[in-house]
């Protein structure tokens, strides 16, 4: 409790001697830092994976490299001190002031990407950050977080703009969540996190989580539907939360994809072993997949429910038909598995896609695979997600720029179906205040 | 007890009814297109207007506070003025379509809105949020102020009528009869609520931002109005009484306090004088202030807020002169000490007098801290870099400049700020919004995201070619001090000469500077070297002439020389995506480069490459940008007669590897592939014979060279260039020689489906297999499968490589087993991390790159 007033207390001292830092000084010591996350990228991800034994390292070592280089090539020339708008005919000058001390919390799912990915953006809009890091990911995290200390530190910046807890625990997080010195928290965790730090009596920027399925419409091009599908499954073993969790496949396709994602390493799991896998995976109260499973192989997984598979498999598919808290199969899985369902139509396909985005996904993303526009416009209009991706990976299309021009990003908004109070890609404009310098007309 | 917990059972039973319904209304509304959301918007703004100065007359008679007057102006604000801002807003289904970056923008209402009002401004509050929020399709629940009760229902029941007649569900927009406490609290915490629009004190705001979800709330103001030493002054004092007399002085962003320069002091108190402004005497600010203000919570005493100077002056018993409209306090201090410097909420203002600017901002500070953190602030002045300044330094989300600040806080009177009555204080005032909240603020945005085809290009300098192609530089335009960079062997065999020759036959006359200080591989002390020759002898062509290292070390000069302020750490290269770092250096255009290659080669006189060497770290760092290709490339072949067969047979193969890669990489185009082909072809068809003296074949090999280069400059390579330059360094291998170790393993891998797929959005699906079977047929290789045409494909290699006297084993190269082993492992993450990797057509698990360089010990030759 006392480390944390502590921690709030030189925060403050440190937002001082920033408030000071020109646009030209705070881009050099983002940039530093950005170097420095991107050279470790590799040393991190070993750390992470070693850590927690989840996901796959080169994976995670692209998910580094992606929160430094892509985050900094998409805010380095924004406009984030001082005058950053002069409407000269309208008479209004807006100027950028940091919000303050931010509460950054940090998953267990991109435990050092995420943390260099926040880090990155308090710097550049001149803001502290205080981490609290996953419990099963501390060390890695914290080394992350070292990293970005140094680098900033050796670049001018003052040692207290990044500072950590130690030990973390629920407990600590919620005093520093709610310790009247932190200005906002930057929630980046399950839905019991996201709902305390909107409760703090404070503003807060959180997530929702992801349940996101693909539609693989009739006039999809089908090698690539598959080749992404596959590759967002086995991408840190389908860890990033807007990951296709199903794929609602139309029926006069069904077959062919069927087969294709069979030659693509995908084995559907046999109906008499469906109901292993699931209690394998899923905890039968919480109805979300038990800890061991975020971010395991498909081997894994087999093994943990004990069944045959053949040698090579990437990803366990399962043909379903149900939807809801009954079929926990439907839900996010954070692994290389796959629920799969077939359309009857259009609008059949719609309502599943709504159905699952309601069970668990509601405002995170969706995806579609098709070359019919209309199709894609009525899609995007009729389904609550707040990022539609349209024929690529879901999983790192929805993090944005790889795919996409959505902003880079490892923070992302579901709106208030999420209940969270942005429904797009954080970025360096949302931690800052904007004050207005307005003219008599 | 019984009865209480029973009424508010009912009351809860109600909220939760009204949720139910609202939900319903919305599921309604969802249908609505922005032609009908437009439709009953502007019916409600008409019935609002309509019933503007009723609902002034009525929330006057209610709560006693303000002038009624002064309400009827704030209605038609809250109505007229808002839509007019907002009607053309786009706030239904697609506002926005960027075809540029392929991205579409949906707006979708956020949900069942709580919307909290005050007394201040109890029915504009009221009308303003029922039209923001009919504009959004959102439903909305008011808990209105209970001392207002009466008026705000009658403004929502106005609203409601409205909406209901222009076709909206009647549970759009509804209300709690019964306010109290409880019902808030019920109502903001409510699962179906989704957001709290909560204006009101900062307990409330509070208590909105608790709820476990999001809200929009504001923070108090205590804004002070700096009137600096130039200000207009009879402006200025305008502003301010009218400030303070408007509704008296309730809109949170008025005025409180007075900071005024002491030049100016005098002046201003007497025209504050003139326009009725009482300045309070001594001995009676004490009775005022205890009349004022609670001495527990420090803030005004309920019957203050909208009273008028009068009202206040027989609150604390002093006489005032009759016409008075406002009281002036003069003071010192700020704080708790000093309640009378806190939001007073009515026609009194404290004014204290600034020694200096410094001393004004100190003031004005002290005064946003005491109670107004990110709310407002104004400032009367002529100069407007000062309106800057001040506007740097004071924590206020919303400077008002040379304009009332309770009519230009709330925006689009005297400003053209956004127009609200909902006014948001950033951080500063624990609010999520610093600005004013309008239509906008209540919509979900979806974004659809369509694969992005990334702009690609070819981009190539200018080539001349055949042999004596060197005379190009008698006719280039602009050549008047040539820079000339190449190695010591260039000078010895006369090829420098022959530059020279060329250059003297120009019409003009050519000054030269011959710099040759580079031997083997370019280091930075190297081009530092070279750069600072430059910018002494000042050239406006450089021309490169040598092998890979004169040409990558001369590129490297250039671009600093151009770009003196690059710093060498700066530039060195990562991406996933070359190009996002296109042009990051801006061209001065001070001078051009000419490439003139002597070895077939590195392809270096035709890519954006240069892989400058840290001699002290030893350390390689390969540099990549576009600015890097020089201008003008000289394909001559006389420059390769010569060159010794060991490097023929090392270079030869590294160029064909460079077609190959291309020709299969993720970035390859159809712009690329016949370059990459066509190489390919000339190279298997020449090498062997260049390496055994043929000049023709010469000749072609270092035209094939180039087109390799194209080709790869382009589209980049793959993991063989990434393996061969770790082992290469560790093991001091030529190039070339670790290029053709690696290459028949590279392939093969390459071949084999993958189990992880490359990142690249234009590489939709994996095809090196069908890549190589290409290459294969285009050689008129035999094989019935795709497989056996490859293998066809690695033999021919092979052979190849064997033709001109190269083994493919490391172990051939002296490579000892035990060394390969112990630095196996960091040879595998150093190639998967090198740049080169990012091209290959599946991405390389560091295990199988492991694997490869195990099997290069070996190699091939054991087959």
């Not at chain 1, 590759?231 to 939360?241: E, L």
């Not at chain 2, 560790?730 to 028949?744: K, M, Q, V």
């Amino acid at each position: 409790m006392n480390n944390i007033n502590e921690m709030v207390k030189n925060a403050k001292e440190a937002l001082k001697v920033m408030h000071d830092f020109t646009q030209e000084k705070v881009d050099k010591i983002t940039k530093a830092m950005v170097d420095a996350g991107y050279n470790n990228s590799e040393l991190l991800a070993k750390e992470a994976f070693e850590e927690t034994g989840r996901g796959v390292e080169t994976d995670k070592a692209t998910k580094n490299k992606f929160a430094t280089e892509n985050v900094w090539n998409s805010i380095k020339n924004n406009k984030t001190v001082g005058i950053i708008n002069d409407d000269k005919e309208q008479g209004l000058t807006e100027i950028a002031e940091p919000m303050g001390v931010i509460a950054g919390i940090v998953p267990v799912t991109n435990p050092t990407s995420t943390t260099m990915f926040k880090a990155i953006l308090a710097m550049k809009t001149r803001n502290s950050i205080i981490f609290s890091f996953h419990p099963q990911a501390n060390q890695s995290s914290i080394k992350a977080a070292q990293i970005m200390q140094d680098a900033a530190v050796k670049a001018g910046a003052p040692k207290d703009s990044i500072q950590w807890i130690e030990k973390p625990s629920i407990d600590a997080t919620n005093d520093l969540i709610n310790n009247d010195g932190v200005d906002i928290t930057l929630a980046t965790g399950g839905p019991g996190l996201v709902s305390s730090a909107y409760s703090s009596g404070k503003p807060a920027l959180g997530v929702g989580p992801g349940n996101g399925p693909v539609y693989i419409e009739k006039t999809a091009d089908l090698d690539q539907a598959v080749k992404d599908l596959v590759f967002s499954k086995t991408f840190d073993n389908g860890m990033i939360c807007s990951t296709e969790n199903s794929a609602v496949i139309d029926d006069s396709i069904y077959q062919e994809i069927v087969e294709k994602l069979k030659n693509n390493h995908v084995y559907f799991v046999p109906e008499d072993e469906k109901e292993k896998v699931t209690k394998a995976m899923f905890d039968d109260q919480r109805l979300s997949v038990k800890g061991p499973i975020a971010g395991a192989s498909a081997q894994k997984i087999a093994d943990l429910a004990e069944i045959e598979i053949p040698t090579g498999t990437k990803v366990l598919a399962i043909e379903m038909n149900g939807i809801g808290a009954k079929y926990p199969m439907s839900g996010e899985k954070l692994c290389p598995v796959i629920s799969v369902y077939r359309a009857s139509s259009k609008e059949d396909a719609f309502d599943k896609v709504n159905q699952l985005l309601n069970y668990g996904g509601l405002g995170h993303t969706a995806a579609i695979q098709t070359k019919d526009d209309d199709v894609v416009t009525e899609y995007g209009m009729k389904e609550p997600a707040t990022r539609i991706i349209v024929n690529a990976p879901s999983g790192l299309g929805g993090v944005g720029d790889l795919y996409n021009n959505l902003k880079p990003s490892l923070t992302l908004g579901t709106g208030t179906w999420g209940k969270n109070s942005f429904s797009h890609n954080l970025s360096d404009s949302d931690l800052l205040n904007i004050k207005i310098i307005a003219r008599r007309k | 007890m019984a009865n209480e917990e029973k009424v508010s059972n009912n009351v809860n039973q109600n909220i939760d009814e009204m949720v139910d319904k609202a939900k319903e209304a919305l599921e309604v509304m969802s249908h609505f297109d922005q032609e009908k959301v437009d439709h009953i918007t502007h019916a409600m703004v008409m019935a609002g207007v309509n019933y503007h100065q009723e609902l002034a007359e009525m929330a006057f008679e209610e709560t006693g506070r303000g002038v009624a007057e002064d309400k009827a102006v704030k209605n038609l604000f809250a109505t007229e003025e808002i839509w007019h801002y907002i009607r053309k807003d786009k706030t239904v289904g697609i506002i926005d379509e960027d075809s540029e970056h392929d991205l579409i923008k949906v707006a979708e209402p956020l949900g069942v809105i709580a919307g909290i009002t005050p007394v201040t401004n109890p029915t504009s509050t009221t009308l303003f949020k029922s039209i923001i929020s009919m504009k959004t399709r959102n439903a909305i629940i008011f808990s209105l102020h209970p001392q207002a009760i009466k008026s705000s229902i009658k403004a929502a029941q106005v609203m409601q009528d409205a909406a209901v007649k222009a076709g909206a569900p009647r549970a759009a927009i509804q209300w709690i009869t019964t306010p109290s406490r409880e019902a808030t609290s019920y109502l903001i915490n409510n699962p179906g609520v989704d957001i709290t629009l909560a204006t009101g004190g900062p307990g409330l705001v509070k208590a909105a931002y608790s709820a476990g979800k999001p809200a929009l709330g504001v923070g108090p103001g205590n804004g002070p109005v700096y009137i600096e030493k130039s200000a207009n002054i009879s402006r200025a004092v305008n502003d301010l009484v009218l400030s303070k007399t408007f509704d008296h002085g309730m809109i949170c962003s008025t005025e409180n306090s007075a900071v005024i320069d002491k030049e100016i002091y005098d002046d201003v108190k007497q025209e504050l004088i003139k326009n009725k402004v009482y300045f309070v005497p001594e001995n009676e600010k004490q009775k005022l202030t205890e009349a004022m203000f609670d001495s527990t919570r420090l803030s005004v005493k309920g019957p203050v807020a909208g009273a008028s100077a009068q009202q206040i002056a027989d609150m604390a018993k002093i006489d005032i002169p009759e016409d008075t409209q406002v009281l002036a306090v003069e003071m010192t201090g700020i704080g708790p000490k000093y309640p009378m410097s806190g939001e007073k909420l009515s026609p009194v203002v404290s004014v204290y007098k600034a020694q200096s600017r410094e001393n004004a901002l100190e003031i004005v500070e002290k005064l946003l801290n005491y109670g107004g953190l990110g709310h407002s602030a104004g400032i009367q002045t002529t100069d407007d870099d000062l309106a800057v300044e001040f506007g740097k330094e004071v924590k206020a989300s919303r400077v008002i400049v040379n304009s009332p600040s309770g009519l230009g806080g709330i925006g689009n009177l005297y400003n053209n700020m956004t127009p609200s009555l909902t006014l948001g204080t950033g951080s500063w005032g624990q609010n999520s919004i610093s600005h004013n909240v309008t239509d906008y603020d209540l919509l979900n945005i979806k974004t659809i995201a369509k694969r992005r085809n990334n702009m690609q290009w070819i981009k190539l300098p200018k080539i001349y070619f055949e042999k004596n192609s060197i005379r190009y530089l008698t006719d280039m335009p602009d050549v008047t001090k040539a820079f000339i960079v190449t190695s010591p062997s260039m000078v010895t065999n006369h090829y420098v000469d022959k530059v020279l020759e060329a250059l003297n036959r120009r019409d003009n006359k050519v000054e030269y500077y011959i710099f040759d200080d580079v031997h083997g591989e370019p280091t930075i002390d190297t081009v530092n070297a070279g750069v600072s020759e430059m910018n002494t002898f000042k050239p406006d062509t450089i021309i490169a002439l040598g092998g890979g290292s004169p040409l990558d070390a001369a590129k490297m000069m250039w671009l600093m020389y151009e770009n003196p302020e690059i710093d060498f750490f700066d530039a060195k290269q990562k991406f996933l995506d070359i190009r996002k770092r296109a042009y990051r250096f801006e061209k001065t255009n001070k001078s051009q480069m000419v490439a003139i290659p002597s070895t077939s080669g590195t392809g270096s006189e035709v890519t954006p490459f240069s892989v400058i060497k840290d001699d002290k770290l030893n350390i390689k760092y390969p540099l990549a940008d576009y600015s890097l290709t020089p201008d003008v490339a000289i394909i001559d072949p006389q420059f390769v007669m010569s060159v010794l067969k060991g490097t023929i047979a090392a270079s030869g193969l590294d160029a064909l590897s460079h077609a190959i890669e291309s020709y299969v990489s993720v970035m390859a185009t159809d712009y690329t592939r016949p370059l990459s082909l066509q190489a390919i072809k000339m190279i298997f068809e020449n090498l062997t014979a260049s390496y055994n003296g043929d000049k023709v074949a010469k000749e072609k090999m270092h035209t094939a060279s180039t087109i390799a280069g194209m080709a790869f400059a382009n589209a980049f390579l793959g993991i063989t260039h990434s393996i061969a330059h770790k082992i290469g360094g560790e093991f001091d291998i030529t190039h070339g020689i670790a290029i053709a170790i690696t290459l028949p393993h590279v392939i093969r891998y390459n071949f084999e489906r993958p189990t992880k797929i490359a990142t690249w959005p234009k590489y939709e699906s994996f095809r090196a297999d069908k890549d190589y079977a290409e290459i294969a047929r285009y050689l008129g290789l035999k094989g019935d499968t795709d497989d056996e045409l490859k293998e066809s494909l690695v033999k021919k290699f092979i052979d190849l490589s064997h033709s001109v006297d190269v083994k493919l084993s490391l172990k051939d190269q002296g490579v000892k087993k035990e060394d390969l082993l112990a630095k196996v492992d960091q040879l595998g993450k150093l190639a998967y991390s090198d740049q080169c990797t990012v091209a290959n057509p599946k991405e390389p698990l560091i295990n199988d790159l492991k694997q490869m360089i195990l099997d290069e010990y070996e190699g091939t030759e054991s087959k």
